[in-house]
C-alpha cells in the first residue's frame, strides 16, 4: 500500500521532518527532505509491520491529492533577482528557498 507522505521544515529540529497522517505517530527526521523521506519510508515499514504483528487495525491509505506539488509563479524581474540572490548566498536552490518561506509563512501567527 502507498501512503501519502508530509514533509516540512522544522526551525526548531534545524531540519525535515517527514509524517504518513494515516499512521498515527509514524514521522521520522532528516537534515535533507530527500533523507527525511528515505527514513519515513522506513518508519512507515515498521509501522505497518509492528502492526500486523499486533494485530491492529490497518488504516487504508487516504486518496492522494489532486495537486502534484507543482506551481508555476510569475514574479517582478527584480523579486526573481532577489531570491536568487539569496538562495545563491544560503548555499540553497531557488526552489527550496522558495518553499522554505512560503511555509514559514504559513505557520506564521
Known amino acids: ?25 509514524c514521522s521520522a527526521f532528516g537534515e535533507t527532505e530527500e533523507v527525511a523521506v528515505r527514513e519515513i519510508k522506513t518508519a512507515s ?8 504483528k499486533e494485530k491492529r487495525k490497518i488504516p487504508a491509505p487516504s486518496k492522494r491529492s489532486r495537486f502534484s506539488g507543482r506551481i508555476l509563479a510569475r ?25 522554505y518561506l512560503l511555509s514559514k509563512g504559513l505557520t506564521a501567527k
Open 75 to 99: 514574479l517582478p524581474k527584480s523579486l526573481h533577482e532577489d531570491l536568487a540572490e539569496r538562495a545563491k548566498d544560503e548555499g540553497v536552490s531557488l526552489n527550496q528557498l522558495v518553499e
Open 45 to 52: 515499514a515498521l509501522w505497518l509491520s509492528a502492526a500486523k
Open 1 to 25: 500500500m502507498r501512503y501519502p507522505i508530509k514533509v516540512f521544515y522544522s526551525e526548531e529540529d534545524k531540519g525535515y521532518i517527514a509524517t504518513v497522517p494515516d499512521l498515527p505517530g
